[in-house]
Structure formats: structure tokens, C-alpha cells
């Protein structure tokens, strides 16, 4: 599968899993990349064009949110889609993701076969 | 406040364990002496319509099981202070987000923050605090506790 996909997450290994199940879901391994917040994924997309965002939410430095805020504000990056992969369960916060165009949650811990749909989904090829 | 149980809060981390490290847990009677030497974990805070911790104790043997899960590599590859802390962190970020999703129910205004290591800290059972709010789950042979400190505890939880 040609797309890219950024995993941003501060957990360098929850970001590791995820990237185990993205290659499952038939991610070329070398078409993922990492981020380990808000900031490191932002300085990523500028670099590399990026198909789908796997976003934490909690995270240092610069959270999901905010990060999901800035992509948004930049009209080359206001398409990429973006599914939230995070133990948040505040729902006002989860809202005002869907207004950044957020198309997806999977709150942790979630199924690896759940997490694979998604991002099968969110690339438009067959789960 | 909704109460939470050690039953409910052990159902939680051990689905928290099979979904994220595919891990089988099996409750256990939570023995303090035994948890007293649980000297590392991680804590997370939640804030909301009421704050308080959720705290994960276990032995060093615990984080290289779940490390070594979370990565795929032998228990002896792990590095415990490196791997082993970053799987706790995350282990207790998720088990605090089963606990305030619990909490809050379907309209949740419950936050997290971020987890904290406690390395080298063992955790003390006071005569007031007893373990009634630790639950204590056997994974594959390590022994894993989680405790739910609510700032203000319900009555019915009360020492």
C-alpha cells in the first residue's frame, strides 16, 4: 500500500505496536514514520507528504489538539486525515476534535483489529 | 461520584493488558507485604467533576513481561529503564482512561494527565488506607497492582 502514514504518540512503545498492526493492515513498513508529539509530527508533515495521522492526544510538549488545531489552520495540510488513537473519554474534547475534521477515535485499549479496519478505512482500501 | 470496586478495577487493567500487550491475567488476593515490594510503576492524576490517582505498582520481572510483549523480543532483551518504565507509563495511561471512562459514563468530562514514573518508590499500606481500593493481578507469573485513589472517597469506600 503506497501511502504514508505519521504515528504520533509519546510512547515509543505504543508507537511501535501501532506500527506493527499499520504493517498488518498492509502499510509499506518504510512508508511509516514517527513523531513523539504535536511539534515533532508538524516538523515531520512538512517534510514528507503524509496520507493519514494516527494521533495521540495526551502528550508533551505539544498535544493532539493543539496539533490537530495548527494542521488545520495550514491550507496544504487541512485534508490530511486524521483518526485519534487515545485513552481520552472526555467527550466535550472528542467533539471539538470532530470540528477539526478528526474522522475517527479508537480509545485505548483498543483491538488490534479494530485499530486495522480503521486505518484500512481511512486509506480507502478493503478491510 | 460513581464507585469503582478492585473487581471492576482488575477487569479493567486486565483487559487493558490483553487488548495492548495480549497478556492473560488472572485476579489475586492482594497480599500487602507482597505489595509493599512492588517498588516500580507509574501514577496518572484525572481532574473533573472529582480528581484523583491511578497508581500501578509491580517488581522489575512485571515490566519486562509486559515490555517484552509490547515489543516482541525476549523478557532479557528488555532494558528495564528505558522499555520497561516507558511500558508501565503507558500500561497506566490506558488503565487510567478505562477508570475515568468508567467514572464518567457516556458523557464523561473526565481529563487526564500525563503518567509518571515511580522508580525505586515502594508503595506503603497504611492502616487507614488498608488495600481496598488495590486490586492485584498474576500475569504470567509476575504480579501486577492497581490502586484507584479517588481525592475524595466515597463513603462506601471510606476506612
Not at chain 1, 512503545?13 to 512508508?31: Q, Y
Not at chain 2, 505498582?57 to 517484552?68: I, K, V
Not at chain 2, 499500606?125 to 475524595?152: A, N
Request: hydrophobic content about 40%; some cysteine; aromatic content about 4%.
Amino acid at each position: 500500500m503506497s501511502c504514508n502514514i505519521l504515528i504520533v504518540d509519546d510512547s515509543p512503545i505504543l508507537r511501535k505496536a501501532i506500527r506493527k498492526v499499520a504493517t498488518l493492515a498492509g502499510v509499506d513498513e518504510n512508508r511509516i514514520h514517527e513523531a513523539g508529539n504535536g511539534r515533532e509530527a508538524l516538523d515531520v508533515i512538512e517534510t514528507v507528504w503524509i496520507d493519514l495521522v494516527l494521533l495521540d492526544l495526551n502528550m508533551p510538549v505539544m498535544d493532539g489538539e493543539q496539533f490537530a488545531r495548527e494542521l488545520r489552520q495550514n491550507p496544504d495540510f487541512k485534508d490530511v486525515a486524521v483518526v485519534v488513537v487515545s485513552t481520552e473519554a472526555n467527550q466535550e474534547r472528542l467533539h471539538r476534535m470532530r470540528d477539526l475534521g478528526v474522522i475517527e477515535s479508537l480509545r485505548k485499549p483498543f483491538k488490534p483489529e479494530d485499530l486495522r479496519k480503521i486505518i484500512a478505512t481511512a486509506l480507502g482500501v478493503k478491510a | 461520584m460513581n464507585e469503582l470496586t478492585a473487581q471492576r478495577l482488575a477487569e479493567l487493567t486486565a483487559e487493558a493488558l490483553e487488548r495492548t500487550a495480549f497478556l492473560i491475567s488472572d485476579p489475586v488476593e492482594t497480599d500487602p507485604a507482597v505489595y509493599c515490594k512492588a517498588c516500580e510503576g507509574a501514577t496518572i492524576r484525572y481532574r473533573g467533576p472529582d480528581t484523583g490517582c491511578v497508581t500501578l505498582n509491580a517488581g522489575e520481572g512485571f515490566l519486562r513481561t509486559l515490555a517484552s510483549n509490547l515489543l516482541g523480543v525476549e523478557p532479557e532483551e528488555v532494558e528495564p529503564l528505558t522499555q520497561g518504565v516507558d511500558a508501565i507509563r503507558e500500561l497506566t495511561n490506558i488503565v487510567g482512561g478505562s477508570v475515568v471512562a468508567e467514572l464518567g459514563g457516556r458523557d464523561c468530562a473526565y481529563s487526564l494527565g500525563l503518567p509518571e514514573p515511580l522508580i525505586g518508590a515502594c508503595p506503603t499500606v497504611t492502616p487507614e488506607v488498608g488495600v481496598k481500593r488495590t486490586c492485584c493481578l498474576d500475569c504470567e507469573g509476575q504480579l501486577l497492582f492497581v490502586t484507584w485513589t479517588p481525592d475524595k472517597a466515597p463513603a462506601s469506600l471510606a476506612a
